[in-house]
């Protein structure tokens, strides 16, 4: 839904959401009451009821018997915000070999026993996908499939999925030629692919700190150095911090997530996107845009991409199905800008083509399965998980512990006290049966060694709540 | 099947099937009567009777009535084979840079077009696969797909597809321990990953001249240097030329293909498989083995890989259902030896997985749906077109072209006259609506400037047979 589509309530709704996460509105606060909300904002009545509704079943809100809504009290001793790392990181990026693949590895490791609490996930509850509906689309699609396809759709990818996929763009207000569109095994192999088509061994990939550790995996392997920006947990990447980067070392590219960063969740306003483009138009440093999250905002308004400024191919936009809709289909895509045709050749010498009866069936699915509704639903389920798991936190961590706000997603950053050592309490933690992210695993010079990320992707339960107690145990031993 | 396992008539059938390919019974002679073979062979009637019926239905004899069997007709004046490269070429191997890219894309683009003969295909007819009843696998597996599943296998693997895989190697004689299984986005990945687990840029790769032209690329992609080792169109490799290069250069790994070399269709002994093997465990070098072809030999005896003789990890064999089954699903494997915890991880790193689906719904066919039916099919048909295409070659080609004789796949390789430039051949049939793959695309240096490599995994019909002769035509204006 863009902007112009979007209704009056909606809009609505949302500034009152951004009040309640910034804290505006606290926990067990009245909000306004209908008649004032009318006046002072100058909406109707109607508009304020079906908004006031709307945050109700986004369980933001709740309805007290003649006392109007009030704000849910499932955070009532809310965790502060952390601060902003660049205040506390080194000011100048240094660049870095990196080697952080064993420790990521034994993280991901521990996640294959499924009996673990899955907070250490990269994925959310696969319960929260509509797995029969696209089983359906497959059964569908594979039948009615001509013989032909089975080679033929392996060079171009799916028509009907490079059609869909591009509509998608044109409904959120990006523009793109369709032979732009490369589909891929996942996002993962369009990062992969993007960053090969701009670097050689040796070269400087501008990053996130903290980053998303597959991107460390990668140039770890592709033998790329990074240079570390730091990320504003609400503000996204420090465009300052950037641009003096920019100015002293030969950087060939930049991989960041503008919208619902991995792993802190900040959003970049559509003003700062607009500068983080024009900065990197000015040093022609092309732009990889990893956006595997963006259907997950939380509210009505979707975060527009960098790509939506790009006006001559410097941006190549990656996204997947894999954390909305079906994870192992291994489905993605890059809009990739003046470095379409390199990518998609790169491919043909590496896994040839995603998988045609995936293609396929998520084709399908996106014209008649109801995917918009389904991302509705999806969202609402993970924006009430993170409400429970803040409340959860605040209920049982050290009151010192900071956490993030993301407005979308399914991931929480917690900064915790100095003396807490994340690598150790993913041991102990680990023992008591629950996996969680720690914090160095996200830095290519291990930073964050007081900081985990943690998952609210799957449907909160007592499983769920006694975990985080058994947590906030663990950390009051530090 | 094992040669344990072979019936006594399908070994017998074998042997007159070889010399009928070799040419010790020409086409239209009488193969021997029942009671004379029976006698000088020391078989049972019973039996020579069961191997003749067996190759009637291989198109290689036919019965007249009154008269016995005799060698068709299809080839009645055949072209030569080709001479070995080994006596032609440069006797010792030089280090290349690769940069064949350009060209193979070329080749691939004209592909595109549904309307051309597809002789220059790198895979068979689609209506060769048996898809309609791999749709129904793939639709009662998505159906009872755990939700889990398509998140857990992607790590893994579907233990299902690993443990049928598992179990096709043992009945071949190779037994190895399912954790050495990794499976890929088909071969081409797993090669690609073989590749990087074992090189870093600038290091000495040992390849085959002509080789499959995605060796080159991906060679090129990688920054690796090729040494090119010849090939002898009917026993493979050449050892003693390989043996020197492994003497005078640091090479760091080999790529090869053992049995239905592509696109010599060249096929080593099993002594000579097992001295190959012998020299790089020697030289401690590891074998990367492509091995996509394994499953589409002529008559009822497979051959062994040169992994069958691996004793100490040594050896990275890569398979696949893309020739065999389903191209467009992309799933294939590696037995990675003492390297597969490396290409796992490796792949963890740029696609994670091929697509779950995908995985199930061949896991499932394999073990209802009738493989090795399918594959007895898929030879016959493939032997049959063989036949076809070298008769069609014999009647249009001009006669002093030498064509290769495989014991397998859907390839053969024509050697014309010194005069042809198959690169201007190749532009002149497209512009006739024919593809071939012309010679220099298999090679790191430009070389094999008069031979093509023709597919004939396409069902044999009046189209055919115009092309063959519209090449003809072409050839002879050179």
Same mark, same amino acid.
């Given at each position: 839904?863009?902007?112009?589509?979007?209704?009056?309530?909606?809009?609505? $709704?949302?500034?009152? &959401?951004?009040?309640?996460?910034?804290? *505006?509105? &606290?926990?067990?606060?009245?909000?306004?009451?209908?008649?004032?909300?009318?006046?002072? @904002?100058?909406?109707?009545?109607?508009?304020?009821?079906?908004? @006031?509704?709307?945050?109700?079943?986004?369980?933001?809100?709740?309805?007290?018997?003649?006392?109007?809504?009030?704000?849910?009290?499932?955070?009532?001793?809310?965790?502060?915000?952390?601060?902003?790392?660049?205040?506390?990181?080194?000011?100048?990026?240094?660049?870095?070999?990196?080697?952080?693949?064993?420790?990521?590895?034994?993280?991901?490791?521990?996640?294959?026993?499924?009996?673990?609490?899955?907070?250490?996930?990269?994925?959310?509850?696969?319960?929260?996908?509509?797995?029969?509906?696209?089983?359906? /689309?497959?059964?569908?699609?594979? +039948?009615?499939?001509?013989?032909?396809?089975?080679?033929?759709?392996?060079?171009?990818?799916?028509?009907?999925?490079?059609?869909?996929?591009?509509?998608?763009?044109? !409904?959120?207000?990006?523009?793109?030629?369709?032979?732009?569109?490369?589909?891929?095994?996942?996002?993962?192999?369009?990062?992969?692919? %993007?960053?090969?088509? !701009?670097?050689?061994?040796?070269?400087?990939?501008?990053?996130?700190?903290?980053?998303?550790?597959?991107?460390?995996?990668?140039?770890?392997?592709?033998?790329?150095?990074?240079?570390?920006?730091? !990320?504003?947990?609400?503000?996204?990447?420090?465009?300052?911090?950037?641009?003096?980067? =920019?100015?002293? #070392?030969?950087?060939?590219? %930049?991989?960041?997530?503008? /919208?619902?960063?991995?792993?802190?969740?900040?959003?970049?306003?559509?003003?700062?996107?607009?500068?983080?483009?024009?900065? #990197?138009?000015?040093?022609?440093?092309?732009?990889?845009?990893?956006?595997?999250?963006?259907?997950?905002? @939380?509210?009505?308004?979707?975060?527009?991409?960098?790509?939506?400024?790009?006006?001559?191919?410097?941006?190549?936009? %990656?996204?997947?199905?894999?954390?909305?809709?079906?994870?192992?289909?291994? *489905?993605?895509? !890059?809009?990739?800008?003046?470095?379409?045709?390199?990518?998609?050749?790169?491919?043909?010498?590496?896994?040839?083509?995603?998988?045609?009866?995936?293609? &396929?069936?998520? $084709?399908? @699915? =996106?014209?008649?399965?109801?995917?918009? +509704?389904?991302?509705?639903?999806?969202?609402?389920?993970?924006?009430?998980?993170?409400?429970?798991?803040?409340?959860?936190?605040?209920?049982?961590?050290?009151?010192?512990?900071?956490?993030?706000?993301?407005?979308?997603?399914?991931?929480?950053?917690?900064?915790?006290?100095?003396?807490?050592?994340?690598?150790?309490?993913?041991?102990?933690?680990? $023992?008591?049966?629950?996996?969680?992210?720690?914090?160095?695993?996200?830095?290519?010079?291990?930073?964050?060694?007081?900081?985990?990320?943690?998952?609210?992707?799957?449907?909160?339960?007592?499983?769920?709540?006694? $975990?985080?107690?058994?947590?906030?145990?663990? =950390?009051?031993?530090?």
């Amino acid at each position: 839904m863009t902007l112009s589509t979007m209704k009056r309530y909606e809009k609505f $709704a949302d500034e009152i &959401a951004e009040s309640i996460r910034n804290g *505006v509105l &606290a926990p067990g606060e009245r909000v306004p009451s209908v008649r004032h909300a009318s006046r002072t @904002y100058g909406v109707s009545p109607s508009t304020v009821f079906q908004a @006031y509704y709307l945050l109700e079943d986004r369980g933001l809100i709740q309805a007290r018997a003649r006392s109007g809504y009030f704000v849910r009290e499932h955070a009532k001793h809310p965790l502060h915000e952390p601060e902003s790392p660049v205040e506390r990181g080194p000011r100048q990026a240094q660049t870095t070999e990196v080697d952080v693949s064993e420790l990521v590895f034994s993280v991901l490791g521990s996640l294959k026993n499924p009996a673990t609490v899955p907070f250490g996930s990269a994925f959310p509850s696969p319960y929260l996908f509509p797995l029969a509906r696209l089983a359906r /689309s497959m059964a569908q699609s594979v +039948r009615d499939m001509p013989p032909q396809a089975v080679i033929a759709d392996m060079t171009a990818g799916n028509p009907d999925l490079r059609r869909q996929i591009a509509l998608r763009y044109m !409904v959120a207000g990006v523009r793109l030629p369709m032979d732009e569109l490369v589909i891929t095994n996942g996002a993962m192999e369009a990062l992969n692919l %993007c960053l090969q088509s !701009v670097t050689r061994p040796g070269d400087l990939v501008a990053i996130e700190a903290p980053a998303f550790y597959a991107t460390l995996q990668v140039l770890e392997r592709l033998k790329l150095k990074a240079v570390e920006i730091p !990320v504003h947990p609400r503000e996204g990447i420090d465009l300052e911090s950037l641009a003096d980067s =920019l100015q002293r #070392l030969p950087i060939k590219a %930049c991989w960041f997530m503008s /919208s619902l960063q991995n792993p802190l969740g900040a959003s970049m306003s559509e003003d700062k996107k607009r500068a983080l483009y024009e900065l #990197l138009h000015g040093h022609q440093v092309p732009l990889i845009e990893d956006d595997v999250y963006a259907e997950l905002y @939380y509210g009505t308004q979707p975060p527009k991409p960098v790509k939506s400024f790009d006006r001559d191919g410097l941006v190549m936009h %990656c996204g997947s199905f894999s954390k909305s809709l079906a994870p192992g289909y291994r *489905v993605g895509w !890059v809009a990739g800008g003046r470095y379409a045709e390199q990518i998609s050749r790169l491919k043909l010498m590496t896994t040839i083509s995603p998988s045609v009866p995936a293609q &396929a069936a998520i $084709a399908d @699915y =996106l014209q008649h399965g109801g995917y918009d +509704r389904h991302l509705r639903k999806l969202r609402h389920a993970l924006e009430m998980q993170q409400g429970a798991m803040l409340a959860s936190a605040a209920r049982h961590f050290p009151a010192s512990t900071r956490v993030t706000r993301p407005t979308g997603g399914y991931f929480l950053w917690f900064e915790f006290p100095e003396r807490v050592d994340s690598l150790q309490l993913f041991q102990l933690a680990l $023992a008591q049966g629950i996996s969680l992210a720690p914090g160095p695993i996200f830095s290519a010079t291990r930073r964050f060694g007081n900081c985990a990320r943690l998952n609210h992707g799957h449907p909160w339960d007592a499983g769920s709540e006694r $975990a985080m107690e058994t947590l906030g145990l663990i =950390l009051a031993t530090f």
